[in-house]
C-alpha cells in the first residue's frame, strides 16, 4: 500500500473541488492511510513506501478521535473493500458472519500453505510525528498483537481523557514478546504504545488533507463497502 494523504471521516477541512468531474475523481480515490503507512513486523517498525526503519521509542502524538476500526477484505494480498468507522463515534463493526465469503474451502492460500480469510478485523492509528519530525503516520493493525496493543491503548486513554481535555496522547513506541502456546513458533514479538505525555489536539489543526464522505456505519448493510 502507497502513502496516501487522505483519510474518509476526517475533521479537517476539504479541498475544493475545480469542477464536478475533478470532486468525483477525488471522492472515488479515497483510501483510510494518511501520510506514510507505519506497521510492525517481526519485532520492527517501517514506515513509508521504502520502509525506513523506525526507532522504538519513537514518540508520536496519537489522534484518537480518527481511530478506526472494521473490516477490511484482501484478494492476492491487496487490500480491495473496506468497513469501518470512529471509535470515538461508538461504531461498531459487523460481526464477521455478516460478511459473506464465509466458506474455508474458497479462500485464498498464505504463504505458509494455510487458508486465509479474506475479511481481516483492523484498525487505523493516526499519529503525527514529535520534535523535528511533524510528517503524518498511519499505524494499521490486524494482528492480534498489533490490536491488543491498541486495546491497550483506548484502556490507557480512556482512563486519563478526562483529565486531559482538548489533549491527545504522546505516545512511544516499544515492543513486547510472549511465549506462544505452539513451542515450533518460541516467542512471539508485539508492538506497544505506551502514553509518555500530552499535546493539545491542535497540534493536527495545520493538516487538511482532502476528506471523503464518512465510511459505512450501519451494522447490518455490508453491502455499502467502500472499495479501495
Same mark, same amino acid.
Given at each position: 500500500m502507497n502513502d496516501i494523504a487522505t483519510r474518509p471521516g476526517s475533521t479537517a477541512v476539504p479541498t475544493p473541488a475545480a469542477n464536478p468531474f =475533478?470532486?468525483?475523481g477525488e471522492a472515488a480515490s479515497q483510501k483510510s492511510i494518511v501520510g506514510k503507512l507505519l506497521k510492525f513486523s #517481526?519485532? !520492527?517498525y517501517f514506515a513509508g513506501q521504502d520502509e525506513d526503519e523506525? *526507532? *522504538?521509542? =519513537? =514518540?508520536f502524538v496519537a489522534n484518537m478521535d480518527e481511530m478506526l476500526v472494521g473490516w477490511i477484505r484482501w484478494e492476492s494480498n491487496k487490500p480491495t473493500d473496506q468497513i469501518m468507522g470512529k471509535v470515538s463515534d461508538g461504531y461498531q463493526p459487523p460481526r464477521r458472519n455478516e460478511l459473506g465469503e464465509t466458506d474455508h474451502t474458497q479462500w485464498e492460500v498464505d504463504d505458509n500453505g494455510k487458508q486465509r480469510d479474506p475479511w481481516q478485523l483492523s484498525n487505523y492509528l493516526l499519529l #503525527?510525528? =514529535?520534535? $523535528? $519530525?511533524? *510528517? &503524518?503516520y498511519t499505524f494499521t493493525a490486524s494482528s492480534k498483537g498489533g490490536l491488543n496493543a491498541l486495546? !491497550? &491503548?483506548?484502556k490507557a486513554y480512556g482512563k486519563a481523557m478526562a483529565q486531559h @481535555?482538548? *489533549?491527545y @496522547?504522546?505516545?512511544?513506541i516499544g515492543v513486547d514478546a510472549y511465549d506462544h502456546p505452539n513451542r515450533s513458533y518460541g516467542r512471539i514479538k508485539v508492538p506497544t504504545f505506551k502514553i509518555v505525555g500530552w499535546a493539545g489536539k491542535d497540534v493536527f489543526a495545520? !493538516?487538511?488533507p482532502v476528506t471523503a464522505e464518512e465510511l459505512p456505519a450501519k451494522k447490518a448493510e455490508p453491502a455499502k463497502r467502500a472499495r479501495i
Amino acid at each position: 500500500m502507497n502513502d496516501i494523504a487522505t483519510r474518509p471521516g476526517s475533521t479537517a477541512v476539504p479541498t475544493p473541488a475545480a469542477n464536478p468531474f =475533478t470532486a468525483y475523481g477525488e471522492a472515488a480515490s479515497q483510501k483510510s492511510i494518511v501520510g506514510k503507512l507505519l506497521k510492525f513486523s #517481526k519485532g !520492527d517498525y517501517f514506515a513509508g513506501q521504502d520502509e525506513d526503519e523506525v *526507532e *522504538e521509542g =519513537t =514518540t508520536f502524538v496519537a489522534n484518537m478521535d480518527e481511530m478506526l476500526v472494521g473490516w477490511i477484505r484482501w484478494e492476492s494480498n491487496k487490500p480491495t473493500d473496506q468497513i469501518m468507522g470512529k471509535v470515538s463515534d461508538g461504531y461498531q463493526p459487523p460481526r464477521r458472519n455478516e460478511l459473506g465469503e464465509t466458506d474455508h474451502t474458497q479462500w485464498e492460500v498464505d504463504d505458509n500453505g494455510k487458508q486465509r480469510d479474506p475479511w481481516q478485523l483492523s484498525n487505523y492509528l493516526l499519529l #503525527k510525528g =514529535t520534535g $523535528d $519530525d511533524s *510528517e &503524518l503516520y498511519t499505524f494499521t493493525a490486524s494482528s492480534k498483537g498489533g490490536l491488543n496493543a491498541l486495546g !491497550d &491503548l483506548c484502556k490507557a486513554y480512556g482512563k486519563a481523557m478526562a483529565q486531559h @481535555p482538548g *489533549e491527545y @496522547p504522546v505516545v512511544a513506541i516499544g515492543v513486547d514478546a510472549y511465549d506462544h502456546p505452539n513451542r515450533s513458533y518460541g516467542r512471539i514479538k508485539v508492538p506497544t504504545f505506551k502514553i509518555v505525555g500530552w499535546a493539545g489536539k491542535d497540534v493536527f489543526a495545520e !493538516d487538511a488533507p482532502v476528506t471523503a464522505e464518512e465510511l459505512p456505519a450501519k451494522k447490518a448493510e455490508p453491502a455499502k463497502r467502500a472499495r479501495i
